[in-house]
């Protein structure tokens, strides 16, 4: 919208940018709060390319070798970056499965490029957006009425590397059998496009977006907790702040949480969509996570690992189906220092863990954090064969309550709607307010669904629909 010519100002709850992909720093140690995978990076260059601009201008990428590793229960498995050996790794999984792979990923290449290039970029006002040639030509081709599970089910059989191919999935909210297959272009992005790191961390894609606006002339106001946005005759006109500061508007575009949003910050008879409605979305996951610093390294462990090691299918089922605080969860472990010696003190590691669990749970106390913490932490150290339990120098954990306080998550969601078949494109809460003409709607909530890759494509889809209902101004005209 700077670019465009408009003077744009944003309005920042948290004292820094970056809202769920903030960065703690403390005891010497520096973790991402949020996100701290880098899939899709040719999404990251098309954001800064229409400014002109390279992600190298801003910061460096590594790409991950390992990708990543799977603890199984009868061992570990590494995930090749070199595609010729993931295909021999296959093989010698399931006989036949590598000339498999080829053509499963052939399909989900197809997919990529119609779905990441053409499809997410639309504003799903309506479905007529999607009846162009090329999209209605390759309608089949797209998978969108079969499940992603029956369709990996077609190429492989194994267990492990059904897994594997559902894992990417977990990103998008929602079991496999609920997950229109169109998502395996996610395996095109995991094994063709791969895992990177940005260098300092992925806080270093927000400071790089951060210099960008700041070049654009953007006004940030940090710390600033809105509590309305005040309407007449149908217009937005003012958005008003906790410590008094009241901010006059032309055009609204609300980045946090849609549910907040329309709840506590409008006007009831403005809203659009009722509590009945909100209730009935199926949420991705929450997490449970925890930011841990050790006094020493840990050795043998990548950047990266997923702990496998428990049941797939129920852990799955107390997230989507029962809702409940997971009896033997399945579990994400990042460790940055492996990469990146600038993120803990020489010697030292930093690790989070990261339990994905149902939305809208109640009751996670520290108590209950504790004994799942110990818990997987037995796990870890059962798996890798190293005890790390007395060389924890620094500790916090973070979960429901907390991105609720945060961040005003609706249910203490982590990751936002889960991308289901009836929750996509025109399915999901529309990014223009059909009741407050000037109000727009961004993020994980709306089009075109969760993960960092497509709230940066939100960010561009708001923006052409602002444009196009409002064009460049003549004068300045202010966005907040």
């Given at each position: 919208?700077?670019?465009?010519?408009?003077?744009?100002?944003?309005?920042?709850?948290?004292?820094?940018?970056g809202g769920?992909?903030?960065?703690?720093?403390?005891?010497?140690?520096?973790?991402?709060?949020?996100?701290?995978?880098?899939?899709?990076?040719?999404?990251?260059?098309?954001?800064?390319?229409?400014?002109?601009?390279r992600v190298s201008d801003y910061y460096e990428l590594e790409r991950l070798a390992p990708s990543y590793r799977i603890y199984w229960n009868d061992g570990p498995m590494d995930i090749p970056a070199d595609y010729q050996e993931l295909k021999n790794l296959f093989e010698s999984i399931e006989p036949g499965s590598g000339?498999?792979?080829?053509?499963?990923l052939a399909e989900a290449a197809y997919k990529y490029e119609v779905g990441i290039n053409k499809l997410v970029y639309k504003p799903g006002q309506s479905l007529t957006e999607f009846l162009d040639w090329d999209t209605i030509k390759g309608a089949f081709r797209l998978d969108v009425l079969t499940s992603i599970d029956k369709h990996i089910n077609k190429f492989f059989k194994h267990p492990k590397l059904r897994q594997l191919m559902e894992f990417p999935v977990l990103f998008l909210g929602a079991l496999p059998k609920d997950t229109p297959a169109l998502y395996s272009l996610m395996n095109y992005a995991d094994i063709k496009l791969g895992t990177w790191y940005p260098k300092k961390g992925m806080y270093s894609v927000v400071e790089g977006m951060y210099q960008l606006a700041l070049e654009l002339g953007v006004e940030f106001r940090f710390n600033c907790n809105v509590t309305s946005i005040e309407v007449e005759n149908g217009r937005a006109t003012e958005v008003v702040a906790e410590d008094g500061g009241r901010y006059?508007?032309?055009?609204?575009i609300g980045g946090a949480d849609y549910h907040f949003i329309e709840t506590k910050l409008l006007p009831g008879n403005y809203r659009r969509y009722?509590?009945?409605?909100?209730?009935?979305?199926?949420?991705?996951?929450?997490?449970?996570l925890y930011y841990v610093g050790l006094n020493r390294k840990i050795e043998g462990v990548p950047?990266?690992?997923?702990?496998?090691?428990?049941?797939?299918?129920?852990h799955g089922k107390e997230i989507y189906s029962s809702k409940q605080w997971p009896s033997d969860p399945l579990f994400y472990l990042s460790v940055s220092s492996v990469t990146d010696e600038t993120v803990a003190p020489?010697?030292?590691?930093?690790?989070?863990?990261?339990?994905?669990?149902?939305?809208g749970l109640a009751g996670d106390a520290e108590t209950l954090r504790e004994e799942y913490f110990q818990r997987i932490l037995s796990r870890f150290e059962a798996k890798t064969g190293q005890s790390i339990r007395d060389h924890i120098v620094y500790k916090k954990s973070y979960s429901l309550s907390n991105f609720i306080d945060d961040y005003n998550?609706?249910?203490?969601?982590?990751?936002?709607?889960a991308n289901t078949l009836m929750q996509t494109a025109v399915f999901r809460p529309s990014c223009r307010s059909i009741k407050i003409k000037n109000l727009f709607y961004t993020g994980q909530l709306t089009v075109p669904g969760p993960g960092v890759p497509p709230s940066l494509i939100s960010g561009e889809v708001v923006a052409n629909e602002v444009l196009k209902h409002f064009g460049k101004p003549v004068v300045d005209k202010v966005m907040v």
């Open positions: 919208m700077a670019k465009a010519g408009w003077k744009v100002t944003v309005l920042e709850k948290q004292p820094t940018p769920r992909a903030r960065q703690l720093k403390a005891e010497g140690f520096t973790f991402d709060m949020g996100p701290s995978w880098y899939w899709m990076p040719d999404v990251f260059e098309r954001y800064f390319g229409c400014f002109g601009k000339e498999k792979l080829d053509r499963f006059t508007a032309d055009v609204v009722s509590d009945q409605y909100w209730d009935k979305r199926l949420m991705a996951p929450s997490c449970l950047h990266h690992s997923l702990f496998f090691d428990a049941d797939f299918d129920v020489a010697g030292c590691d930093n690790m989070v863990f990261l339990i994905p669990i149902a939305a998550s609706f249910k203490g969601n982590a990751y936002g709607l």
